[in-house]
């Protein structure tokens, strides 16, 4: 099972969730919110769940974070996202689009407000 490990108190994250399980045709991705997941029965660090989202294969132990998650993740929805996995999963674009990803983990209080979604817990 392939899953997609959210942060379910932010809006960014839940609205981006909702898209995933609309465009999720074959069903193979299984999106849950981090409080929901148990990171104890797959020996993964909690830690993770408050700053990034997760895409985990628990059949072959693959883990991915930040936007190198969101390239394995666009690879399972579709013919464009397919196209765009491609670009997200080539190791050099990461290390430039992380820093903007970073930036938008650590405000996605203040985003989600911006664009009128519940606004996170996390400051």
């Known amino acids: 099972m392939i899953f997609v490990i959210y942060d379910g108190d ?6 981006s969730a909702k ?13 849950i919110p981090s409080y929901l997941f148990d990171f104890d029965k797959y020996c993964l660090p909690v830690s993770f769940a408050n700053d990034t989202v997760i895409y985990f ?3 072959t132990s693959e883990l991915f974070i930040k936007f190198r998650a969101i390239g394995e993740i666009f690879k399972h929805l579709g013919f464009i996202p397919k196209v765009l996995s491609y670009i997200l999963r080539n190791p050099f674009i990461p290390f430039l689009i992380n820093p903007i990803y970073d930036f ?4 996605r209080a203040r985003i989600s407000s911006w664009l009128g979604l519940n606004t996170c817990k996390i400051r």
Not at 19 to 31: A, E, G, V
Not at 104 to 107: D, T
Request: glycine fraction near 4%.
């Open 104 to 107: 938008i983990a650590s405000n």
């Open 57 to 59: 294969d628990s059949d």
């Open 10 to 15: 932010c809006g960014i994250c839940t609205s």
């Open 19 to 31: 898209l995933i399980d609309k465009l999720n045709k074959n069903s193979k991705l299984s999106t």
